[in-house]
């Protein structure tokens, strides 16, 4: 069973910046597209970004020219790069595959925006 673990979340003030880790049990990234997600309170969880296997990056217009997904293969490791943070970023940010079913969900990262 793949087991996800994700960091680097914290509080930061509007226009600052963050960077997400995601650590993977096992090399799955030759093999899955992988999608950072978040979830809002109240709200349901959604993409904002993901990447192939071949390196091709997608992004959610809400995020677009501000966030940045990349991968490390070697080190198991799916990252987000967050700039110009807004308020409205707040939330727990997940990983995961984008083909169904998902792997285990792991415990997220908070990211908390201050205005």
């Known amino acids: 069973q793949v087991q996800l673990v994700e960091s680097g979340g914290g509080l930061v003030q509007a226009g600052g910046s963050l960077r997400l880790s995601c650590a993977a049990s096992g090399s799955i990234f030759s093999f899955h597209t992988m999608g950072w997600y978040r979830q809002a309170p109240g709200k349901q969880r959604q993409l904002v970004a993901h990447i192939t296997t071949g390196d091709i990056t997608v992004y959610a217009d809400s995020v677009k020219g501000r966030f940045t997904i990349s991968k490390d293969s070697a080190k198991n490791t799916v990252y987000l790069q967050m700039n110009s943070l807004k308020p409205e970023d707040t939330a727990v940010y997940y990983c995961?595959?984008?083909?169904?079913?998902?792997?285990?969900w792991g415990q997220g990262t908070q990211v908390t925006v201050s205005s």
């Open positions: 995961n595959r984008l083909s169904y079913p998902p792997f285990q």
